[in-house]
DNA sequence: TTTT
DNA sequence: TTTT
């Protein structure tokens, strides 16, 4: 325990298809674009201002995957997870940086695949899910052995 | 996944010392009152009004334990967790309803006993803490087979 | 300010009708109950064991009246606010004791009632809404001044 | 009303001191780098890790004084508001961006500047404060005259 | 009393 | 690039 709390939680519009991608020792990561809306009306104008935020949205191994098979662009979701800053050498030899939410816990709310309707039960059991009081069945391996690659 | 979320998070006082109680099987459950405060000043009368809210903190296991260990009465710690009722028929043959929190996370804010300080690393390692990219050394049994106990 | 936090977030369904009381000065306040569920498998059974938890969602004045007008039973709904305990004697003369959770802030997921859509906009913007930028247009009265009648 | 949600929790040290700009108009924004940290266990090596996530926290107008008057760097701190990105033109004309954390709550946690005892009760009163039953008593501006301004 |  |  360090006595601090870095905390991110959203609920948001996919703006694409997730992105999946493994590694070799059987680890995956997965990322898509979530959309955030905020409207207000300007005070001084009059009009109706409406803001997109997006978010890069980062989930490891299962909860990837169970990401991957249901989730598609347009979905609505509630993503939990943590701020990550990560920062890589550009092709220009400039350091780019990107804040990242990396995901501890998410819940579908809704889906534009149907067909998940039972599966989706086990959907909302990511990496160490916190709010469950059984151990789920299937063991994830969290090992972040991919931490120096440029995702 | 049931597309629906229970979160609370709370940062108080312990209103008293952790009580802990374990059960047959090696489980145990902790349990300590916290108050937050809320000020605001009156609009009619211009008078500050200070309201303090006490809530029914719960933690289970090895959670509970390191709480028991460090945390005193008057100090103050993050809690997060789910909110749960329960009800209980009390000795006057009436049934009694409360509301806790059961927490999933944790971190010390202060402690008197400082004595902590190193061990208070894995003190913030409650059951499936979700804020570990690595498993946690300690295996948490998790099972709730105390759940028709009356606590 | 008083360095504690109490904040509560729900995602679930209501499980009645929005029921709004109004004051004599014209203030007024609506409740309804929110189901949270909680979905895992008994790690002894094996059996898949649902869980659902119901709150007492109270919200006040401008945002009591935009639930009571777009919120249905088994609509879906996010509130954010704050736990609030609440004691009162029963007929029996005893006393009754209920946590509710007083909302803040809100953003409504599904509502059965779909007329609303335009109106919608502004009906996130309950009693001094936080992701506000610019000032809403119509000042909310939140004194507290029924604080010690029964609700 | 978007039906999205966009908020951020962060208990944190400041890694420098807070850095106020005032407006022509008389808003202000103040700006402060918050530390998180995570610490786990290397599952193959055994070794203990430390990260360290560095926030940019942006507060505007009476909450960013108060932050301003009475942080210091070191102290910690509890913020909570909403992911914001910004990008602007470097120098070397290349476009730079950045995640921001915008501040709708925040409360101190510690301060070593003890003489704020007092103050301190307004000191959590920001913008459109959402955990004040009544209104406070100086009306903030909030316009975002100034969101073109490179901050 | 909700929902999947 | 989402959504309402």
């Given at each position: 325990m360090s006595g601090t709390l870095n905390k991110v939680m959203l609920i948001g519009h996919l703006g694409d298809e997730v992105k999946i991608h493994y590694f070799e020792g059987g680890n995956c990561i997965a990322r898509f674009p979530l959309a955030t809306n905020e409207t207000y009306t300007n005070r001084q104008t009059g009009e109706k201002v409406t803001n997109t935020e997006w978010h890069n949205i980062v989930v490891r191994n299962k909860a990837a995957e169970i990401c991957e098979k249901y989730l598609s662009k347009g979905d609505k979701v509630y993503v939990e997870g943590r701020l990550k800053n990560r920062q890589w050498q550009g092709e220009d030899g400039n350091m780019r940086y990107t804040t990242e939410v990396h995901v501890q816990d998410f819940t579908f709310l809704t889906t534009k695949n149907e067909s998940l309707q039972n599966t989706?039960?086990?959907?909302?059991?990511?990496?160490?899910?916190?709010?469950?009081p059984s151990a789920p069945e299937v063991p994830i391996d969290d090992t972040e052995e991919d931490d120096d690659l440029p995702f």
């Open positions: 989706q039960m086990q959907g909302t059991a990511p990496q160490n899910e916190p709010s469950r």
